[in-house]
């Protein structure tokens, strides 16, 4: 038997959790659609009863995943809204819990306009900075959530460092890793005690399904998720496990091309008359270059980047023809977005203000093509500035 604990990543990504079918040989996990399964007698079956409890389709996803990440357990959702959720299910009334103030839009929204209704409270810092996670530290605070990079500033959190001061006060750490994947970030070796992806962007790696994974590192995550998982029912279909699995297989290679274009479209972004501002990890003057060469093995595809203003770049985005213009990212084609208008319309002109989104600021996802042709794209488009 193979000592899949022995195997790189790449390997590991291919094969933990997908051994051949048993009964046919089949290279590839099948994809189970029972939503039951027989009973050989009361109480006696072969490890499944209903699919909404589990599913061997899921479960081999959940296996990969957790071994990916190094966490004991993993447990996929229909969204990465609906793993946060099932993160929050673990808190009650009167309990306290620190979020990083540049996250994924809908992050706030479901917990001000939602969760805030149950008597959870939360409170907003700039995580760069460990001291301001000391400071917002209360009696009852239970949870720190973090992004990092973050979403679409790509400004970057010392995770060994926070992960540090939550474990001081007796605080878990959580921290959404859609941006890098494990390939290039690995939080639960920095301290993290959960880590969160939303699916949909780089494990699926397609844009064709989407899902949530939490990774847990504790007998008690286990129990909790795959208790909300049961209750709520709010699961990842096999057909979207199988689509995971699949996109999860070529994870290490594509990350690498992701990684080099992201490179690439950065520094040429960078060097731009009509561009006033990059964001990007992977650039000497990121202000955090020297935290992100020693957290983590890439810098990815994400790249932001200031046109000066909102017609300025509607002007842009209207001639861009390679580049896709659409919400998400982590596909295999390069999706350009607008977030004040996309993804963090939901917080507010006020917040957006704060955390530096403005109307001229536009977002990469570098996919997978040739690069020279996304760079060709970029530069007919910027003509129109």
């Not at 039951?36 to 079956?45: K, L, N, S, V």
């Not at 699995?245 to 274009?261: I, N, P, W």
Request: net charge negative.
């Amino acid at each position: 038997m193979t000592d899949f604990n022995s195997l790189g990543f790449a390997s590991r990504a291919i094969h933990d959790g997908q051994h051949p079918d048993p009964l046919t040989g089949a290279v590839n996990v099948p994809i189970y659609l029972s939503s039951t399964y027989a009973q050989e007698e009361i109480g006696r079956h072969k490890g499944y009863e209903y699919s909404r409890v589990s599913n061997p389709t899921r479960d081999a996803l959940e296996t990969n995943l957790a071994s990916l990440e190094g966490g004991t357990s993993a447990h996929v959702f229909s969204s990465g809204m609906a793993a946060i959720m099932a993160m929050i299910t673990m808190f009650r009334t009167g309990d306290h819990i620190i979020c990083g103030e540049n996250v994924y839009g809908g992050t706030p929204r479901l917990f001000n306009q939602v969760i805030t209704g149950y008597g959870i409270e939360f409170s907003y810092v700039d995580t760069s900075d460990p001291e301001n996670v000391r400071r917002a530290i209360r009696p009852a605070t239970k949870l720190v959530h973090i992004e990092t990079p973050t979403n679409p500033i790509m400004t970057l959190t010392d995770i060994r460092a926070v992960a540090d001061v939550c474990h001081e006060r007796g605080v878990e750490l959580a921290v959404d890793n859609t941006f890098m994947s494990p390939y290039f970030q690995r939080p639960i070796q920095l301290g993290a005690d959960i880590v969160m992806h939303s699916t949909t962007k780089f494990l699926n790696g397609h844009s064709d399904g989407l899902g949530g994974v939490l990774i847990g590192t504790k007998p008690e995550h286990k129990e909790n998720f795959a208790f909300v998982q049961k209750c709520t029912g709010g699961i990842l279909s096999p057909f979207e496990c199988w689509l995971v699995l699949r996109g999860v297989k070529t994870l290490a290679v594509r990350m690498r091309q992701h990684d080099a274009s992201g490179r690439r479209i950065a520094e040429y972004l960078a060097g731009h008359p009509k561009v006033q501002k990059v964001y990007y990890p992977g650039l000497p003057s990121h202000p955090q270059y020297d935290l992100a060469k020693r957290q983590m093995s890439g810098f990815g595809a994400l790249i932001s980047f200031e046109t000066g203003s909102l017609e300025n770049a509607n002007k842009m985005l209207r001639h861009v023809k390679v580049c896709t213009l659409g919400e998400s990212l982590g596909g295999v084609e390069t999706l350009i977005s607008h977030p004040a208008t996309m993804t963090h319309a939901a917080i507010g002109a006020d917040v957006r203000a704060k955390l530096g989104i403005t109307d001229g600021l536009v977002r990469i996802s570098a996919g997978i093509e040739d690069v020279d042709d996304l760079l060709a794209d970029l530069d007919q488009a910027l003509v129109h500035i």
